[in-house]
Nanobody, 122 residues
Framework: QVQLVESGGGLVQAGGSLRLSCEAS????????RAWFRQAPGKAREFVAA????????SYADSVKGRFTISRDNAKNTVYLQMNSLEPEDTAVYYC???????????????WGQGTQVTVSS
């Protein structure tokens, strides 16, 4: 089992920045790819970014490319999402996920955090 706990969400003005963290505990922590998804009210959960086990390769949704950066510190069992130039459209609950491959599909991840709210005001 892997447990994931997100932190760092909050309220920010458009154009601002936030950094989300996701700390993992449990077995085989660094054997997993990690990802961030988000879900806005009334919408499906959508892929944001993913990073492979070694941290050597990342992928992003087109909507956040160039603004968000995913990274991981395996020594701390933590993955981060640096979010810059935030827009009101980025408002959502952000979820951390862990799985065997860095896929963009929700179905590719076995473990999920409880989510952290990000609200961007215009």
């Amino acid at each position: 089992q892997v447990q994931l706990v997100e932190s760092g969400g909050g309220l920010v003005q458009a154009g601002g920045s936030l950094r989300l963290s996701c700390e993992a505990s449990g077995r085989a922590l660094n054997s997993y790819a990690r990802a961030w998804f988000r879900q806005a009210p009334g919408k499906a959960r959508e892929f944001v970014a993913a990073i492979i086990r070694s941290g050597g390769s990342t992928s992003y949704a087109d909507s956040v490319k160039g603004r968000f950066t995913i990274s991981r510190d395996n020594a701390k069992n933590t993955v981060y999402l640096q979010m810059n130039s935030l827009e009101p459209e980025d408002t959502a609950v952000y979820y951390c996920a862990s799985g065997w491959s860095a896929t963009t599909s929700v179905r590719g991840y076995d473990y999920w955090g409880q989510g952290t709210q990000v609200t961007v005001s215009s």
